[in-house]
């Protein structure tokens, strides 16, 4: 991937030349893919088989924190124990499957609120009442059920439900968030749409002029981005008009904050967004297909000295969130949803991405391949059971 002054001279050429970063080819989707309970419960099973982001680790500050959701339909709470380490476990007691765990917060300890049984942070069973009448209870083997792995990487947490088919966002997971960024803000919705027609909203610059005519073009430029992958994850860069002004800017150390929006997308429902004064974290849950809860988390920039943020970049932070909630994001949201509108319209088997479009046909490629490879593990499992 680019640093910062190599995307300065790249970004500085396309503008020279009135160009922008193009794709060998053009992609087709089809629209059942957008509207096919079939295909949904397939990404979903995907979902429990590859390291899914699940929250920003700046969600776990200390020692019993903890986040509680669904992720691909299972509930899981993932939470720091008293060493530090990060765990995740099925949110389901051992008695009689309550869950455990709600939302965010901070315990000591996870005790159900059905008949009390508590867990140590560890998952360890520490206590049931009345304990003489479960008289064949193996405490030791009652613990929370864990997960088949969690990593943190890149400031995320990756949850891997069960035995994966493949690294998925891991194979090349760029450095997204440093240390010292805070979260201001956090946020649960759910919207009528399948994921990826959001997901695709944000991977392509080729609709800033007509959809955002009066909030986001005149800051930056039409049809004019970089597009780059890692592994199955892309970062696609929104330049703003602004950065024409460090044409002759000393390459040395040079950084493009403020000057680029940067849009990430970690395979395959997650992004984190640089935007001109704060990061915007989405983790998609796909509920059906025709509706997505969102976890959205808003953070502050990094610092120039790694300390805490100042009170005037959260306030600069806050006034840009309010900014896009007002103009951006509501346009972008109309259009989804005027396709999903549109979806049993007739009107299109398959929709089709340019070639100024690629991080969308990168996505559905590999969306395509590791569900392949799914096919693949199922169909050997049901030849073992056979
Ligand atoms: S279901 Fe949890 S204690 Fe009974
Ligand atoms: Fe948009």
């Known amino acids: 991937m680019r640093n910062d002054s190599e995307l300065l001279d790249h970004i500085l050429n396309h503008i020279d030349n009135a160009t922008t970063d193009m794709g060998d ?81 901070c315990t000591k300890i996870f005790r159900c609120n059905y008949h009390g049984w508590a867990y140590r ?30 990593d943190v990487q890149g400031g995320l947490v990756f949850v891997t439900q069960d035995e994966p088919v493949g690294l998925g966002a891991l194979e090349s997971l760029p450095t997204l968030l440093s240390d010292d960024q805070v979260i201001f803000q956090t946020e649960e919705k759910v ?38 992958m890692q592994g199955p994850n892309s970062r696609v860069c929104y330049p703003f ?21 940067l849009v990430n997308r970690i395979f395959p429902v997650t992004s984190v967004t640089r935007l001109a004064q704060h990061y915007g974290l989405s983790f998609a849950e796909p509920e059906s297909p025709t509706r997505t809860r969102y976890f959205n988390y808003r953070m502050t920039l990094p610092t120039a000295d790694g300390g805490a943020p100042s009170e005037e970049a959260l306030a600069r932070a ?14 972008d949201a109309k259009v ?13 088997t398959h929709y089709r991405f340019g070639r100024f479009e690629s991080a969308i046909g990168h996505l559905h490629k590999n969306l ?16 073992l059971v056979n």
């Open 25 to 105: 080819e053009e992609w087709n989707e089809p629209v059942e893919h957008y509207n096919s309970q079939i295909r949904f419960d397939a990404e979903r099973r995907l979902m429990r088989r590859l390291p899914i982001p699940f929250c920003p680790v700046a969600a776990l500050p200390g020692p019993g924190s903890y986040v509680a959701r669904n992720s691909a339909g299972v509930p899981i709470v993932v939470v720091r124990d008293l060493d530090g380490t990060v765990r995740a476990f099925r949110n389901a007691c051992r008695h009689r499957g309550m869950q455990l765990a709600d939302g965010a917060g």
């Open 121 to 150: 942070l560890d998952g360890q069973l520490e206590y049931v009442p009345h304990e003489h009448g479960f008289p064949e209870l193996d405490k030791a083997s009652s613990g929370l059920v864990p997960v088949h792995s969690v």
């Open 191 to 228: 919207d009528d749409i399948n994921w990826k027609l959001t997901a695709e909203g944000t991977l392509e610059g080729y609709h800033i002029k007509p959809t955002h005519p009066e909030s986001f073009f005149p800051y930056g430029y039409d049809n004019l981005n970089v597009v780059e």
């Open 241 to 261: 008009r602004r950065i024409e002004k460090l044409r002759d800017a000393p390459r040395d150390n040079l950084s493009l904050d403020r000057m680029v929006t």
């Open 318 to 331: 806050k006034k840009d969130v309010a900014f896009l909630s007002d103009t951006g994001d509501r346009e």
């Open 336 to 348: 989804v949803s005027d396709i999903q509108a549109a979806i049993g319209s007739g009107a299109n």
């Open 368 to 383: 395509a391949l590791y569900l392949a490879r799914l096919d693949n593990a199922e169909a050997e499992v049901i030849k």
